[in-house]
């Protein structure tokens, strides 16, 4: 079985863990602890020497950082990727939409807001409204693609939308507030009504 070494309430780590489950694929979850530094640990560094979670660890010791391209992994051969070479296309321009323009905005935010100890938040406090800014940015992009399409590739649930579902879902512990995006709303709606769905508090 593989393994997954994460941090529970990371979005990052939820993609995979909602993946898998979509993907009728177990894993094992070993947790981490980041706030306490161990991903900046020797042993961690060994398994990604970029020093973040999640990282899946294969049976025979191959590891695998990045939660994009752990999801892909997971769901090479079943509906969730489908083998359309233009579903593909799309699904990866969604993937990286969400590294490069959701994730450091609404993550990062929630992080500093919500789980970040007290005295490290106050360091970043400069940064709260650019975060905000970029944030609410990429919701405006979504809710122009989702006011027309009910998922973002393919025409159909995929690996794109558990991308963007897991942070936008909990948006609002980093300050977000969703309700001008209503097409975001049903979207966020209709991938938790998907068959087998788990929350990010789930463990199995
Ligand atoms: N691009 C990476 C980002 C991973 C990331 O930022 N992980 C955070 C938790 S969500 C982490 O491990 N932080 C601990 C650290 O930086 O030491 C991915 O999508 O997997």
């Given at each position: 079985m593989h393994t997954l070494y994460q941090f529970h309430l990371s979005g990052n780590c939820y993609k995979v863990r909602l993946t898998a489950r979509h993907a009728s694929i177990p894993i094992a979850l070993q947790d981490v602890d980041i706030i306490g530094g161990e991903t900046r640990g020797h042993a961690f560094l060994k398994l990604n020497p970029n020093g973040r979670v999640p990282t899946l660890v294969l049976e025979d010791g191959r590891a695998l950082p990045e939660s994009n391209a752990i999801m892909w992994f997971l769901a090479e051969d079943t509906a969730l990727l489908p083998a359309d070479k233009w579903a593909r296309a799309q699904i990866l321009q969604w993937l990286f939409f969400e590294q490069y323009s959701h994730e450091p905005y609404i993550a990062t935010r929630r992080y500093w807001v919500a789980f970040a100890p007290l005295e490290a938040r106050k360091t970043k406090d400069h940064m709260l409204q650019p975060w905000l800014d970029g944030g609410y940015a990429a919701l405006g992009v979504m809710e122009q693609h989702l006011a027309a399409q009910d998922?973002?590739?393919?025409g159909q649930f995929t690996i794109a939308d558990i991308a963007l579902y897991a942070y936008t879902h909990v948006a609002h512990e980093g300050g977000?507030?969703?309700?001008?995006?209503p097409a975001v709303l049903r979207w966020l709606d209709r991938v938790a009504r998907q068959p087998g769905h788990m929350t990010i508090a789930a463990r199995a």
């Open positions: 998922w973002f590739a393919a977000f507030d969703l309700k001008p995006y």
